[in-house]
């Protein structure tokens, strides 16, 4: 039976973001907050580019590229390149979302909530609820989450001192490892394929291309785990 009804709907959107991912990304951004006020952010820096950037590479190479006195448009540059991967999220997104019509405020808005975390934890419970209630689903999701890494990021600026430096690092990797794990857990071959893959190809992308290995990884992965995957489904059908 799939859930409706916007309380309940709302509760279990909660509850799924209490379970884990809030408190992963809370303790993640407390490393991004150590850091940023390692470059010489102010607090409000720091949490408006959680809430704003909302994503943690990009947030990353706005703290690195910032503490070596690269220039404004250096620093924008390669935030939008890092978050360029959010592109074929959201367009992968929307028509699972199942919102129907809606205005374009409305859906840069959408649009900007969204994050690895919300894109993979929506997409598994998705099917389990009725679709017009899944837009209530990810807004309260992700809304959520949002408000959780905020405060980690305050959390961490103003507790830096008491972070040693390898702490700080491991927190930085904390959300990566639960993103693979969600992912894992996503409907669809192709999903795994692809996951697989960049987890192969990220080792000797790094090798070969360090400044944009993660890129090539994704591209290079995520496009042999889908070509594999209408392989099998044709050979399936044939």
């Known amino acids: 039976m799939l859930l409706s009804g916007n309380s309940v709907v709302m509760r279990k959107a909660l509850l799924d973001a209490l379970s884990l991912p809030a408190f992963i990304l809370f303790f993640t951004m407390m490393g991004f907050g150590s850091l940023a006020r390692g470059a010489g952010f102010s607090a409000e820096m720091s949490a408006l580019s959680s809430m704003l950037i909302w994503g943690l590479p990009g947030q990353l190479a706005m703290v690195e590229l910032t503490s070596t006195g ?4 250096a620093i924008v540059f390669a935030c939008s ?37 919300s894109w993979a934890v929506c997409l598994r ?3 389990h609820i009725e679709p017009e209630f ?6 309260t999701f992700a809304s959520s989450i949002l408000f959780a890494a905020i405060i980690g990021t305050l959390t961490g600026y103003h507790g830096a001192v008491l972070l040693p430096g390898s702490m700080v690092l491991g927190l930085i990797f904390v959300s990566p490892l639960f993103f693979a794990l969600v992912l894992s857990a996503v409907p669809g071959r192709a999903e795994r394929f692809s996951m697989i893959f960049g987890c192969v190809t990220i ?4 090798y070969l291309f360090p400044s944009v290995d993660v890129l090539i990884a994704g591209g ?5 785990g889908f070509a594999l995957n209408k392989f099998l489904q044709r050979r399936n059908v044939d």
């Open 70 to 73: 690269q220039g404004i448009i």
């Open 81 to 117: 390149l890092a978050n360029a991967r959010f592109l074929p999220m959201v367009v992968s997104f929307v028509p699972a979302m199942a919102r129907g019509r809606a205005s374009l405020p409305r859906m840069l808005l959408d649009a900007q909530l969204l994050s690895i975390n």
């Open 125 to 127: 419970e998705f099917p």
């Open 134 to 139: 899944r837009h209530r689903y990810y807004v």
């Open 203 to 206: 080792v000797l992308a790094h």
């Open 220 to 224: 290079v992965g995520g496009s042999i």
